[in-house]
């Protein structure tokens, strides 16, 4: 489970997040919705500890990523906007690279290399090397990387943005795999129809702030609007920049 409790954050003049908290709930996938600039971004990195918060809390399990980064990265698998690949390594060498990181038995991580190969459908770039790989591949292996040592924490940052029908549906099947295992599936998505096929919970955030969370159709309620888009756009009391 993830809490999220008053958290702030500037850089220079700009205040990226101010006092914002939420709960994403083990076996739950939980979207994050806002115009571009709301501070998604920001908060999952805060999360993973990539950056330190200027005020407030986050707990992974109860472990605080600010005071044990280490702990907290060993329940944690994330998909950022950077995927990092080394070009001259191949799928499989990336995720063996990776598994033992976490210092997984070579036994299990073949294993589980090969149990993810068939979740992403991977084969046929499994031995291949990631250089001219597309966006979609280039995702998958990024993906894959990051749910390699079972974490019971995902973080995803537009894990579908750019991929073709069938990647997608992969990713999807995926982030519905982690929730059946009891995973809690955090990301933030452009697609609408996406989350509220998806999520079991949507936090909407607004100039740093989260403004409302709830399941799609609470709030579809709470804004009197018949779909999620209509009521994203009214609760966060704008028509422009639809974006999440």
């Known amino acids: 489970m993830i809490?999220?409790?008053?958290?702030?954050?500037?850089?220079?003049q700009v205040q990226a997040l101010q006092g914002a908290s939420f709960t994403a709930q083990?076996?739950?996938?939980?979207?994050?919705l806002g115009p571009n600039g709301a501070g998604k971004t920001?908060?999952?990195?805060?999360?993973f500890g990539l950056l330190q918060a200027d005020a407030g809390r986050v707990s992974?399990?109860?472990?605080?990523?600010?005071r044990d980064p280490i702990a907290v990265r060993a329940k944690l698998g994330i998909l950022?906007?950077?995927?990092g690949l080394y070009e001259r390594l191949s799928t499989r060498e990336h995720l063996e690279y990776f598994g033992r990181l976490h210092r997984?038995?070579?036994?299990?991580?073949?294993?589980?290399?090969s149990e993810i190969s068939r979740m992403l459908d991977m084969g046929e770039i499994l031995e291949r090397r990631s250089a001219g790989f597309s966006q979609g591949q280039r995702i998958k292996v990024a993906l894959a990387r990051a749910v390699l040592h079972q974490p019971q924490n995902v973080l995803l940052d537009e894990p579908?943005?750019?991929?073709?029908?069938?990647?997608?549906?992969?990713?999807?099947?995926?982030?519905?795999?982690?929730r059946a295992q009891g995973c809690c599936v955090v990301f933030s998505s452009h697609v609408m129809q996406e989350v509220s096929a998806l999520c079991d919970d949507v936090v909407v955030m607004a100039k740093g702030r989260v403004v409302a969370q709830g399941t799609p159709q609470a709030l579809c309620e709470?804004?009197?609007?018949?779909?999620?888009?209509?009521?994203?756009?009214?609760?966060?009391g704008s028509d422009e920049g639809i974006a999440a």
Request: net charge negative; aromatic share 4%.
């Open 222 to 236: 709470l804004a009197g609007k018949a779909d999620l888009e209509d009521a994203f756009v009214s609760l966060i």
């Open 60 to 66: 992974v399990d109860e472990k605080d990523p600010g």
């Open 42 to 47: 920001t908060l999952l990195r805060i999360i």
């Open 3 to 12: 809490t999220v409790e008053n958290i702030s954050k500037q850089f220079k």
């Open 160 to 178: 579908t943005r750019g991929l073709d029908v069938m990647s997608t549906r992969a990713v999807r099947n995926t982030l519905q795999e982690l």
């Open 104 to 113: 997984m038995d070579e036994a299990r991580l073949q294993q589980r290399i």
């Open 80 to 83: 950022t906007d950077q995927f």
């Open 26 to 32: 083990n076996g739950k996938i939980t979207g994050l």
